[in-house]
């Protein structure tokens, strides 16, 4: 097990390097530089000066390199667009929040999808399955910003109850909203594997013989079933982990979280290429580390599972 | 099949007996078509009544609101063409006068990218900047008001200016503030190595286009000298009037040069930062909020306010309507078409809402230099143009957000000129057509219309694909391009042909010399029209050195007549700004060019609510 896990460690570099690479061809192929201004077109000269300050002017293999080298040794470099703060600044800023609201979002999707998977798997094809299905469908096919809207207008523009938007910490009344957006997908996924996966669960013999041995109902189904039938589905969440807790760009705009979720986009258009290469890197890493926690979590979970 | 075991669980949700598959389609299909007819029924009921309330709140709303101008006959008639614009500030629409206890006011804002006067371009970090550093002059009601130079002279032949600061200033670490800080901070704009987009708002001093563009790299070759602390001299290559105007924006500003050598880039993070305005930075949390508070120690009359809070939101068009509503903030600017139609039929907000006229214009840009394209032929564009219905755009595509446009020039600049504006309607636009050789639309090569994303302009390229369809019988494409894209498209059009695109110019300061000699002369050709035209050049030059105002007017008007002729930009409305502002909120003065953003915070009053 611990070889595997060094294996795998090992693993995450060239995984890095492949990604690095990738993002940065694609960033500097996009059509537009991050000085390509409207408003007050630069005089050649003066963009001149830029690209020799921001070593733009070498050739590509050589700024690959030079970005590469600074990277490793944890410079992220200056952002084009924000020109008061380094991209380490942003990210020491930023990413906190987003792993913040992100963890609280799973939270609440568990807490809102594993019970409803378990109902609707024991209550199979009674009016429970089909309307927590039906719920989960909903929560799939919504988009996130959708949700979020029609949360704000509900709960805070008609009814007044919570503020529209801003960021005071985990346990201020502003995280409700954007985290209950957030929680729908995660939560209408994991209601729907947690069902088929109970579902497969309950039909095994040792469900049977529990029930036989007079064990009580709640006994039963919590921790014979749901412990079984969890285990498949924590290595389906690794990525649903990722994708939530390195923010959404619709949920934090609409509800102001200064999060990591708008520089994504901000920084693609704006062609602040440090930022988009770091926030890859940050992402292709978040991914790498979730999927490995998960593969060596499924091993503790079911002792069936061997890793050579 | 094998009979299921049947597990019994707790209590709640009670047990609910077996429903079959079918059944239950057939129950959603009955819930899901009563509620379909129901939403309907009420929509039909409720939608006759909205009219009304409506228009009785907008009579009341006329008759209370005295000071605030809410149309814009009234405020153009109010500005004579030609003047500078000042918007009304804003009387409070709460009655009595006591003031608030806690003066604070909440202002919805982007995250600027930096609060460095000599990099700003942009409103978000323009607004707040003009708070925090005080320029040598602004301007109100079109005269200038000294505020860091007492006095200035100007030579006799327009190209000197002496600008003789007032003594006692102090930035906000207790510096003195000197004619070097500024000397300092307009050499630095002009540094090439600092890639200031608006460097080139300096370019009328003498040394200083050659040193921007690093043709001359010493900067004692720049014009710019403070020969003691308190006496500040620049020197111009040619006249110009408008330099006082220049004065007043956000690149002039002073820079302290002690806190940019401590901090580099980070100069302006709250700790760092030095200022010298009627406010100070006390906080800015990078993606939240900016806190700024009044300089008790300011040499002026101070503000009433104690604090202005700026929460930062990624998109305010499409939130602060929200916010607003929900009382987060006291007042917005923002509010886009998707919001406008639902405040101007609310009872309460309607009241709040007033309407302003902001310097500037979109339009439709041509290269009239393409001639692979029917968009070269004069006739064509005039076409174009008078087959193009400017008020339909603005009050059913735009919802009445911003005022139709008949010439290019705003209200406010000198060489307004609505008599120029070609006449004739569809009619004429089909003649003209037929003298471009396209008569009906036969033989038209088709047309691509591009923009840059923006959700007014998407609207409008729309309305304008389906108007020129319908009044010329011309095809045109559309293509719609993200921001960084269009910027460098917008770059490459100085040598590449192009057909036509959408875009816009606000004014920095409500000065003809911001309009017509950066933008439509053959040689400067900001828009990249390829328009030549040698009378207009000409004349132009005139009206540029001309220094009597009245005569001065005059040849801008002429100017703009041979403008309409030529047609290279086909204007459509003229940028409006749309604001709510709270009842109790009285004394805010949106600005009519960026320029006054230094007037919108100083005058307001919270009162008791």
Not at chain 1, 57 to 71: F, H, M, R, T
Not at chain 2, 465 to 490: C, D, H, Y
Not at chain 2, 539 to 564: N, S, W
Request: glycine fraction near 6%.
């Amino acid at each position: 097990m611990g070889a595997y896990i060094v294996r795998r460690v090992l693993l995450i570099i060239p995984t890095l390097l492949l990604v690095y690479t990738i993002a940065f061809f694609m960033v500097h192929a996009t059509p537009g530089g991050p000085w390509d201004n409207a408003e007050k077109p630069l005089p050649p000269a003066v963009i001149e000066n830029i690209k020799i300050k921001y070593h733009l002017d070498d050739p590509i293999w050589k700024q690959y390199l030079e970005y590469l080298s600074g990277a490793v040794r944890g410079d992220l470099g200056p952002s084009y667009v924000n020109r008061s703060q380094d991209v380490a600044d942003i990210l020491r800023r930023a990413f906190p929040v987003s792993l913040q609201l992100g963890i609280t979002a799973l939270v609440l999707g568990a807490l809102i999808g594993i019970p409803l998977g378990t109902l609707a798997a024991v209550k199979q094809n009674t009016l429970t399955d089909y309307l927590a299905m039906f719920f989960a469908v909903v929560g799939v096919s919504t988009p996130n910003y959708v949700t979020a809207s029609a949360l704000v207008l509900i709960l805070a523009v008609f009814l007044h109850w919570l503020p529209p938007g801003g960021w005071h910490g985990v346990f201020s009344k502003t995280i409700i909203i954007p985290a209950l957006a957030l929680a729908f997908g995660p939560a209408s996924a994991l209601a729907r594997y947690i069902r088929s996966s109970m579902l497969e669960v309950l039909r095994q013999d040792y469900m049977r013989t529990a029930r036989a041995k007079g064990l009580s109902d709640r006994v039963v189904i919590i921790g014979h079933g749901l412990r079984n039938a969890l285990v498949p589905v924590i290595t389906v969440s690794a990525f649903l982990v990722a994708d939530v807790i390195t923010g959404s760009f619709f949920v934090e705009t609409i509800t102001s979280v200064p999060g990591l979720g708008r520089y994504f986009v901000n920084a693609a258009t704006g062609r602040d290429y440090p930022v988009v290469l770091a926030l890859s890197l940050l992402f292709a890493i978040v991914i790498v580390v979730m999927n490995l926690v998960v593969d060596v979590l499924y091993a503790v979970l079911d002792p069936r599972v061997r890793y050579r | 099949m094998r009979a299921e075991p049947r597990f019994r669980v707790p209590s709640f949700p009670p047990q609910i007996t077996q429903i079959s598959r079918r059944h239950l389609i057939q129950l959603a299909g009955a819930g899901a078509s009563t509620s379909v007819i129901g939403a309907l029924l009420a929509a039909c009921g409720g939608g006759s009544s909205a009219p009304t309330t409506a228009a009785t709140t907008a009579a009341t709303a006329a008759a209370t609101s005295a000071a605030s101008a809410t149309t814009p006959a009234a405020t153009a008639a109010a500005a004579q063409p030609g003047t500078p614009l000042s918007n009304p500030t804003v009387a409070a629409g709460v009655s009595g006068t006591k003031l608030a206890a806690k003066q604070e006011l909440r202002y919805p804002n982007t995250e600027p990218p930096h609060l460095d006067p000599d990099l700003m371009e942009g409103r978000h970090e323009i607004l707040v900047g003009m708070q925090l550093f005080d320029p040598l002059v602004t301007f109100e009601n079109e005269q200038p008001v000294p505020i860091c130079a007492e006095k200035w002279d100007v030579s006799s032949d327009g190209t000197q200016y002496t600008f003789h600061l007032r003594s006692g200033m102090k930035w906000s670490d207790g510096q003195p503030v000197t004619a070097h800080d500024f000397e300092y901070s307009w050499k630095r704009a002009l540094t090439p190595s600092l890639a200031s987009d608006y460097a080139s708002a300096l370019y009328p001093f003498k040394g200083a286009l050659d040193f921007n563009t690093g043709k001359n790299t010493d900067p004692t070759s720049v014009q710019i000298t403070a020969p003691d602390d308190l006496t500040l001299q620049g020197t111009t290559d040619h006249p110009a009037p408008y330099l006082l105007h220049l004065c007043a924006t956000w690149t002039y500003l002073p820079v302290p040069k002690w806190a940019v050598d401590k901090s580099g880039d980070k100069w302006v993070e709250p700790g760092n930062i030095v200022t010298n305005g009627m406010f100070k930075l006390q906080d800015w949390k990078h993606d939240q909020e900016i806190v700024i508070v009044r300089n008790e120690d300011y040499w002026g009359q101070k503000p009433t306010l104690q604090q202005i809070s700026f929460p930062i939101s990624a998109d305010p068009f499409s939130t602060s309507v929200k916010d607003y509503e929900a009382n987060a903030i006291d007042i917005t600017d923002e509010i886009g078409p998707s919001d406008i139609t639902r405040v101007k039929s609310d009872p309460t907000y309607s009241k709040e809402l007033h309407h302003y006229v902001w310097s500037g214009t979109a339009f439709v840009a041509f290269d009239c230099g393409n001639t692979a394209s029917p968009v070269s032929k004069a006739d064509f564009r005039q076409a174009l143009y008078l087959a193009t219905d400017q008020k339909t755009l603005c009050q059913s595509v735009l919802k009445g957000l911003y005022d139709p446009a008949p010439t290019v020039t705003p209200p406010d600049v000198a060489g307004y000129n609505p008599s120029a504006a070609p006449t004739g309607g569809v009619d004429a636009a089909k003649q003209k057509l037929a003298s471009a050789g396209y008569a009906n639309g036969q033989g038209f090569p088709g047309v691509k219309l591009v923009w840059p994303a923006d959700v007014r302009y998407d609207l409008l390229a729309q309305a304008l694909q389906q108007m020129w369809k319908t009044n010329l019988g011309i095809e045109v494409t559309l293509q719609r391009m993200e921001s960084k894209e269009f910027n460098a498209a917008f770059n490459s059009w100085t040598k590449t042909p192009f057909e036509m695109y959408i875009d816009r110019w606000g004014s920095d300061y409500s000065d003809p010399y911001n309009w017509y000699p950066i933008l439509w002369t053959s040689d400067q050709d900001f828009f990249r029209t390829h328009w030549k035209n040698a009378d207009f050049d000409k004349q132009v030059a005139a009206a540029d050195l001309e220094l009597d105002p009245d005569k001065r007017k005059a040849e801008y008007e002429k100017a703009e007549t041979l403008l309409m002729q030529g047609m290279p930009v086909l204007p459509l409305y003229h940028l409006d700004v749309n604001a709510m502002v709270r009842p109790y909120v009285e004394g805010f003065k949106e600005p009519a060019s960026a320029a006054q953003w230094r007037q919108a915070f100083s005058g307001v009053k919270i009162l008791e609510h």
